[in-house]
């Protein structure tokens, strides 16, 4: 299935707007989504199990719990084996539930540590006696269902089940629900800027990130570079942690920015630093925003290996995690990118994702959206969806690894 069809993933954030992890589907190659038969979703378990799973380092993702679509035969297949009980959740809906059987398996998987949504209910009428069975209720949200909702919600409170949102239209409605107690929400909101005043333009952090890079570019005397780092001992600590983290995979630990230089080069340190600038933003949307850069930046790395040297490699790596700088700043990319010297194929990439590198960024954003074109644009890039998934579960578990 992992050959045919593409994963796509959505962010369940909460009213902080952290990730609390993603729900993960299936799109097939004609942009429609795949409807979660048994064989479709055992294989997507078995796919995400696979590579997310690490006989010496457990689960790759950490805290992070994945949501996937189920039926009431997956509630008994051995291929939730692969995954962790901790970090799972299954989403059904009461047709699935329709038995005492499947029910009694779905309380044995509670039991066991799985969490259970239920989706497409009336918890607060006639699918009100399903609650002993699922730990999560989801909540679909639109004008003419309020009056439904409210009812759903009275029911919720007086429960332990934790409510997760979906189809939440703007920041209004999200903070309504954050303030109401939903636990989680699904979806791309994200993505539209947040009305307010929010930070604009670059911080003194950032302001120093970008004179060192610009150093970098010119490959400068690292003693220049030492000199500005000492301004900010917070700044050099967390860019010495990036360098050193489990996603490098250095086998000794880097003491110093000339010893990074020493045993890296310019080229890498410049990627680096092109993580810290993303990162340093206190915004109140910053943690899912900055998360999001990272994963793409990877994904879109990964996805040009075989395909373009190195060096255009660690560009794709620093325009995906540029991509969302306009968001984190609050200023247009325009505006961004006068303020930082590129290669003019990574400014074509973020300004009009053309050129050599657009078409590998339009992909990695292309799997954050359940109406994306992956599959033509996977096929214009003679990439098949195997090696999309690859890369798209690669660059996810490595984002983890960076403690932001």
Same mark, same amino acid.
């Given at each position: 299935?992992?050959?045919?069809?593409?994963?796509?993933?959505?962010?369940?954030?909460?009213?902080?707007?952290?990730?609390?992890?993603?729900?993960?589907?299936?799109?097939?190659?004609?942009?429609?989504?795949?409807?979660?038969?048994?064989?479709?979703?055992?294989?997507?378990?078995?796919?995400?199990?696979?590579?997310?799973?690490?006989?010496?380092? +457990?689960?790759? %993702?950490?805290?992070?719990? &994945?949501?996937?679509?189920?039926? #009431?035969?997956?509630?008994?297949? $051995? *291929? =939730?084996?692969?995954?962790?009980?901790?970090?799972?959740?299954?989403?059904?809906?009461?047709?699935?539930?329709?038995?005492?059987?499947?029910?009694?398996?779905?309380?044995?998987?509670?039991?066991?540590?799985?969490?259970?949504?239920?989706?497409?209910?009336?918890?607060?009428?006639?699918?009100?006696?399903?609650?002993?069975?699922?730990?999560?209720?989801?909540?679909?949200?639109?004008?003419?269902?309020?009056?439904?909702?409210?009812?759903?919600?009275?029911?919720?409170?007086?429960?332990?089940?934790?409510?997760?949102?979906?189809?939440?239209?703007?920041?209004?409605?999200?903070?309504?629900?954050?303030?109401?107690?939903?636990?989680?929400?699904?979806?791309?909101?994200?993505?539209?800027?947040?009305?307010?005043?929010?930070?604009?333009?670059?911080?003194?952090?950032? +302001?120093?990130? %970008?004179?060192?890079?610009? &150093?970098?570019?010119?490959?400068? #005397?690292?003693?220049?570079?030492? $000199? *500005? =780092?000492?301004?900010?001992?917070?700044?050099?600590?967390?860019?010495?942690?990036?360098?050193?983290?489990?996603?490098?995979?250095?086998?000794?630990?880097?003491?110093?920015?000339?010893?990074?230089?020493?045993?890296?080069?310019?080229?890498?340190?410049?990627?680096?630093?092109?993580?810290?600038?993303?990162?340093?933003?206190?915004?109140?949307?910053?943690?899912?925003?900055?998360?999001?850069?990272?994963?793409?930046?990877?994904?879109?790395?990964?996805?040009?290996?075989?395909?373009?040297?190195?060096?255009?490699?660690?560009?794709?790596?620093?325009?995906?995690?540029?991509?969302?700088?306009?968001?984190?700043?609050?200023?247009?990319?325009?505006?961004?990118?006068?303020?930082?010297?590129?290669?003019?194929?990574?400014?074509?990439?973020?300004?009009?994702?053309?050129?050599?590198?657009?078409?590998?960024?339009?992909?990695?954003?292309?799997?954050?959206?359940?109406?994306?074109?992956?599959? $033509?644009?996977?096929?214009?890039?003679?990439?098949?969806?195997?090696?999309?998934?690859?890369?798209?579960?690669?660059?996810?578990?490595?984002?983890?690894?960076?403690?932001?």
């Amino acid at each position: 299935m992992h050959d045919v069809n593409f994963i796509i993933r959505e962010p369940l954030l909460d009213p902080k707007q952290k990730i609390l992890g993603y729900e993960l589907t299936w799109q097939a190659p004609d942009a429609t989504t795949v409807n979660p038969g048994p064989e479709e979703a055992s294989s997507l378990i078995a796919f995400a199990g696979d590579r997310l799973n690490d006989s010496e380092k +457990g689960w790759l %993702l950490t805290d992070s719990v &994945l949501f996937f679509q189920a039926n #009431d035969a997956l509630l008994s297949d $051995e *291929i =939730l084996s692969a995954l962790p009980p901790k970090n799972t959740v299954l989403t059904v809906t009461p047709m699935h539930l329709g038995y005492s059987a499947t029910v009694d398996r779905a309380k044995a998987l509670l039991a066991e540590g799985f969490g259970i949504a239920l989706r497409e209910a009336d918890v607060s009428g006639k699918d009100a006696a399903l609650l002993p069975a699922v730990s999560h209720v989801e909540l679909r949200f639109g004008a003419e269902d309020f009056p439904k909702q409210a009812k759903m919600y009275a029911a919720l409170k007086q429960s332990s089940k934790k409510m997760v949102g979906r189809n939440i239209s703007n920041w209004q409605e999200f903070d309504s629900c954050a303030s109401l107690g939903v636990d989680a929400f699904v979806g791309n909101l994200y993505l539209t800027p947040r009305p307010g005043n929010q930070p604009k333009g670059l911080n003194p952090a950032q +302001g120093m990130i %970008l004179q060192l890079m610009d &150093l970098v570019r010119k490959n400068t #005397d690292v003693r220049k570079l030492e $000199e *500005i =780092l000492k301004r900010d001992a917070a700044l050099s600590y967390k860019l010495l942690r990036y360098i050193n983290s489990a996603g490098f995979g250095l086998g000794t630990e880097i003491q110093s920015l000339k010893h990074a230089v020493t045993m890296l080069g310019y080229t890498p340190l410049y990627r680096w630093l092109s993580v810290l600038l993303t990162v340093a933003n206190a915004g109140a949307q910053s943690p899912v925003l900055m998360q999001t850069a990272i994963v793409r930046g990877r994904f879109a790395e990964l996805l040009s290996k075989g395909f373009l040297p190195k060096a255009e490699a660690e560009n794709l790596f620093v325009a995906g995690m540029f991509s969302l700088l306009d968001r984190l700043l609050g200023i247009p990319m325009e505006e961004v990118l006068e303020n930082i010297q590129l290669p003019e194929p990574v400014t074509q990439a973020l300004l009009t994702r053309e050129g050599m590198y657009g078409p590998f960024l339009s992909l990695a954003e292309a799997c954050e959206q359940s109406n994306g074109a992956v599959g $033509e644009l996977a096929d214009s890039l003679f990439i098949s969806a195997a090696q999309v998934n690859e890369a798209h579960m690669a660059a996810l578990a490595w984002a983890q690894t960076l403690k932001l």
